[in-house]
């Protein structure tokens, strides 16, 4: 099969993601990348746990003081139903429904947005009640870890936009659909890391 | 194409290489690249040898003396075994398993211009105010207090050749599982391609924890954050650990090829199949996943505690095991083989007593107990130059005279290799032999210099003059270099005439699609089954066909070379110049940009078609 080729909805593949070298190539490939990307946040993690609470002096605000569960949850909620839109966009292009496709992945993008909006919000509050990146090692090891999450969904909006954009014209085809799929995958990554740092940080930092 | 390619100019041929992302020309481009930082870094090594010849020496100064051994050990590591044993990779992996190209061509590229532009970002330090002098393991409560930008330079630089490297083991890995030819399943790839294999999968695990030590090195240097800094609740052990979760698998991802190289030797030249394949594939994979659970035995004098320390002492002994398996394996593949002792025969036979005396000299830093003797003397010093130029170099020397034919179609001079094989390795014992006593004696490592009369001055002028017969080997493999590259001489497909694998079934150098229709693999040492049953070649798998390749492209080098503008800027930020902002933005407007326009235009390659391959056959008939 050539990835140029135009396709229909009779001759569309069950894995239009892995049908062709170049398409199976990138979904190892991406997989392979994901398993760096674990270690990398796991290196995060690990330097947030021991650096947790630790600052230079008690005035300064420690994670029990700071985390408050309505407006994470809501972040959470928006992260999380994001991860489904974009698993209803992959069966669509499954399917070779481009329309309903390219509709699931834009709702995708605009809960990704949301989340963000707010992640924006909480930093700026931390940052009045004197938690910043350059206030203690608590604070360098907290925007480190929850910022670096952060890029990552922007970086991943950006790639999901210029995608959309890009083939907005020239509907589905061998060539670009294995990029969406890795897209989606890169997308239900990010949403997996939320989940960790939602417990580790969040849930675990209100307690204690 | 090949007529082409013989009418090119000078600025035609540059561009080629600058824009190629054909596996061959990228790996002599690390083959150069790694050359020479293989030569700085040598040259930084005759610096602290001519410094140390005598007691109390001002040929530098000790600030001076800090940053080339920081310098030479960072450089040795990261800029020159690194990028030669990835030379080696991209030049022969594809073509031990059959394949035309790696997984990714243009990610290759991208590797590459990455590590190149990081290497020389770091190595600018030298005309930019100083080099990084902390140590190649930069520890954090040394770095955050070095004056100028020295480790600046290290943290950015390593950062972006890092990344290049990261990408490199990916598109190692997925070419291995994806795209071996048919027949070869993985218990028939040759042994380089498996130690390939397993130092890409320890890249991809032990890589990431580097970049994120680096960056939170550059975050408290650069950025004003606090991780490694006690006062505002940091810890600096923290760097410790990250640097050796890394630094330890780093090891192993150096050895395991050069053990590649070797084992392919002792094979080919003792004209016999490698004695316990399956054993060797065994203990290659246990060293890589042992490899990460002994980073601490860096760390013993840190003061992590006796249970710690007696963990890692006995996971770091359990490696002792494969290894020996793998000593045995190659002493068992000479035994009643016919050798034949050429110059990678030579290197290979001089690896195994020198790399056992670093392995005994392993286990005994490995006992934490008697380590609190050894730490931070020149026994250390001693015992990880046995493992790496014992090893590592010696493979790496080996593994250019073995396929240099291949990558070149020329063959190097044997009697030139011989005498570089001689000085380097006397050269080598003469050097670091004599450090282990030194150490014993109570010389710490990292000094610029030492008084008379406390028995360390005979000694040390014995090691200096060993590392003059060290560079006077180098010199002449480089004459060797010129002169075969001047008297360009070609050679046939299997130059050695015992060659076992798929790469000496092709052409030398192999034709920019490697195979023109994909070899059947039969068996382990496939070439070599053909040999034996009396053919000339490899029975092709496939009929005569279009061959998908990939476009050249120069984006690599523009998303490198964007990074490598918005280090200046991030660096010279702190010193508040006006100027950083704007170059900052700009590189990675330049970095980002060249991202986009890759994913925006679509690149499908091109096909070389059926009649072409038919026409260049029958010119050649
Ligand atoms: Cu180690």
Redesign the interface.
């Known amino acids: 099969m050539h ?2 080729e135009k396709m229909t909805y009779e001759t569309w593949p069950a894995e239009p993601e892995k049908s062709t ?1 170049e398409a ?2 990138k979904f ?2 991406f997989w ?2 994901l ?3 674990t ?2 946040f796991a ?2 993690f690990a ?1 947030y746990l ?2 947790k609470d ?3 002096n008690t005035s300064q605000p420690l994670a029990k003081d700071l985390f408050e569960l309505p407006l994470t949850f809501v972040a959470t909620m928006l992260l999380l139903t994001s991860s489904i839109t974009s698993v209803y966009a992959m069966y669509h292009m499954k399917n070779f429904a481009f329309k309903k496709m390219m509709l699931w992945l834009g709702l995708t993008v605009l809960l990704g947005l949301g989340f963000l909006g707010l992640e924006v919000y909480e930093f700026s509050h931390y940052v009045h009640e004197g938690h910043k ?9 907290f925007y ?1 870890l929850v910022g670096f999450h952060g890029g990552h969904v922007a970086f991943g909006l950006c ?1 999901i936009l ?2 959309m954009i ?1 083939n907005s014209k020239r509907g589905l085809s061998l ?1 670009n659909a294995p990029k969406f799929y890795v897209a989606s995958l890169y997308w239900h990554f990010i949403d997996v890391v939320w989940v960790f740092i939602f417990t580790v940080v969040y849930l675990m930092g209100m307690v204690g | 194409m090949s007529t082409i390619a013989q009418k090119k100019g000078f600025g035609a041929t540059v561009w080629d290489f600058l824009t190629t992302v054909d596996h061959k020309k990228i790996a002599i481009l690390y083959l150069i690249a790694g050359g020479f930082f293989f030569l700085v870094g040598g040259l930084e090594a005759v610096f602290i040898r001519i410094q140390l010849a005598v007691p109390n020496n001002d040929f530098v100064s000790a600030g001076a003396f800090n940053e080339i051994i920081t310098m030479h050990g960072t450089t040795m590591i990261f800029l020159a075994a690194m990028p030669l044993i990835f030379a080696f990779m991209n030049a022969v992996m594809p073509l031990q398993i059959g394949a035309r190209d790696v997984a990714f061509p243009f990610v290759n590229a991208l590797g590459f211009w990455l590590f190149f532009f990081g290497g020389i970002f770091l190595n600018l330090s030298w005309f930019l105010g100083g080099a990084p002098d902390a140590g190649w393991t930069s520890y954090a409560s040394l770095a955050l207090h070095s004056k100028g930008h020295g480790i600046d330079f290290y943290v950015l630089g390593l950062q972006i050749s890092g990344i290049g490297t990261l990408i490199g083991g990916i598109n190692f890995l997925v070419t291995i599982i994806n795209m071996r030819a048919p027949g070869m399943t993985y218990m028939r790839m040759p042994l380089f391609t498996w130690t390939t294999f397993v130092a890409s999968a320890l890249i991809l695990f032990a890589f990431p924890p580097l970049t994120v030590g680096l960056t939170l090195m550059m975050f408290d240097r650069l950025f004003g954050a606090n991780f490694f800094d006690v006062t505002m609740g940091g810890n600096t052990v923290i760097w410790e650990h990250l640097f050796w979760i890394f630094g330890h698998p780093e090891v192993y991802i150096l050895i395991l090829p050069a053990f590649g190289i070797f084992s392919e030797i002792f094979s080919i030249f003792s004209r016999k199949r490698l004695f316990g394949y399956s054993s060797m594939v065994f203990a290659t994979v246990l060293i890589g996943f042992l490899g990460f659970m002994v980073w601490a035995h860096h760390m013993f004098t840190t003061g992590l505690g006796p249970v710690a320390n007696a963990i890692f002492a006995v996971a770091t002994m359990a490696i002792g095991v494969p290894t020996g398996i793998k000593i045995f394996n190659w002493l068992f593949t000479m035994w009643g083989g016919s050798v034949k002792f050429t110059v990678p025969m030579y290197y290979a036979f001089g690896f195994i007593p020198s790399f056992v005396m670093g392995g005994v000299t392993g286990v005994m830093v490995a006992t934490a107990a008697a380590d609190y003797q050894y730490h931070d003397t020149y026994f250390v010093v001693a015992h990880f130059h046995y493992v790496i130029v014992g090893g590592v170099v010696l493979g790496i020397l080996a593994g250019v005279h073995l396929w240099w034919p291949k990558m070149f179609g020329t063959m190097l001079s044997e009697t030139l290799g011989k005498v570089t094989f001689w000085f380097f390795f006397i050269g080598f014992h003469l050097t670091f032999f004599i450090q282990h006593f030194l150490g014993l004696w109570g010389m710490p490592r990292r000094v610029f210099t030492y008084l008379p009369g406390q028995g360390f001055d005979t000694a040390n002028m014995v090691s200096s003059i060993g590392a003059a017969f060290m560079s006077i080997g180098v010199l002449v493999m480089l004459y060797n270099i010129i002169m075969t590259s001047v008297k360009n001489v070609k050679v046939g497909n299997d130059p050695w005439e015992d060659g076992r694998t798929l790469e000496w079934s092709i052409p030398s150098p192999p034709p920019f699609y490697n195979f023109k229709q994909l070899p059947l693999v039969r068996g382990l040492d496939a070439y070599w089954i053909e040999k034996m049953d009396g053919k000339k070649g490899m029975t092709p798998a496939e009929p005569l066909g279009d061959i998908h390749m990939p476009n050249g492209s120069f984006i690599p080098f523009m998303i490198a070379l964007g990074l490598f503008i918005a280090a200046f800027g991030a660096m010279y930020h702190v010193d508040k110049e006006a100027w950083a902002l704007p170059v900052l933005i700009i590189g990675l407007l330049v970095t980002f940009g060249s991202m986009f326009v890759r994913s925006i235009k679509d690149d499908h390659g091109f096909h070389i078609h059926k009649e072409e391959l038919q026409d260049e056959k029958g010119a050649k008939a």
Not at chain 1, 133 to 141: D, K, N, R, Y
């Open positions: 990835a140029e070298l199976k190539n190892l490939g392979l990348f398993g760096g990307e270690v990398l290196t995060l330097t021991a650096l630790k600052v230079p990146f350059t206030s203690s090692a608590f604070g360098s090891a480190s790639w210029t995608l890009r060539y």
